[in-house]
């Protein structure tokens, strides 16, 4: 299955709350494609879905290894670390 097609999956599964098969499609793209950071986006949005906050961290940051202008990783970073409590360092952020 080509990737962009994984990759819609991924975020329709996300949208409609499957969380299991939005990062199982996720973890398919990377096997592919290892450097996309919208798969990194998704996985962590459902890290952060399930309150798994250090782990959308940790793919958030490699996300914006790979693209540091994304205003969205960065939205999405700050959110994450204002929901493990670390408010100054979202806003800094």
Known sequence: MPVAQLFEQA?????????????AHCRRVLKLQPRNSDALLVLALCRHDRGDFTGALKHLAGALRLEPRSAALHVAYANS???IGKRESAVEH
């Open 11 to 23: 975020r329709h599964c996300l949208f409609d709350g499957r969380i299991e098969e939005a990062e």
């Open 81 to 83: 670390l204002r929901a």
